[in-house]
């Protein structure tokens, strides 16, 4: 499946975004869906993920309560709504997808199988 993201850019602390994965190239229904984070000199890191229907998700303990992760699986579209942005978000955000056949919901890097390229997100103080 190929993914790209969109959405990022540069907001004040306490704004909102709302970050965009489309997906291409497979049933996206099928597949386990998360969002990671890179922020500069850190490794990257899990943010959310959401099961094939939607009806089970995960969050880091950083995010919960302030990000929504969601899916649209008539568009083939995965959303972050991220609210209550701080400046220790900043990063840069990537989708991802774990292969068709696994239904859990994981927050190892090692677990998924493809990656979008990635959109900034900045909040400024």
């Known amino acids: 499946v190929q993914l790209q993201a969109s959405g990022g850019g540069l907001v004040q602390a306490g704004g909102s975004l709302r970050l965009s994965c489309a997906a291409s190239?497979?049933?996206?229904?099928?597949?386990?869906m998360a969002w990671f984070r890179q922020a500069p000199g850190k490794e990257r890191e899990f943010v959310a993920g959401?099961?094939?229907?939607?009806?089970?998700?995960m969050y880091a303990d950083s995010v919960k309560g302030r990000f929504t992760i969601s899916r649209d699986n008539a568009k083939n579209t995965l959303y972050l709504q991220m609210n209550s942005l701080k400046p220790e978000d900043t990063a840069v955000y990537y989708c991802a997808a774990r292969r068709g056949w696994l239904i859990t919901i994981t927050a190892d890097i090692e677990d998924y199988m493809y990656w979008g390229q990635g959109t900034q997100v900045t909040v400024s103080s």
């Open positions: 959401i099961s094939r229907n939607g009806g089970s998700t």
């Open positions: 190239g497979r049933t996206f229904s099928d597949h386990v």
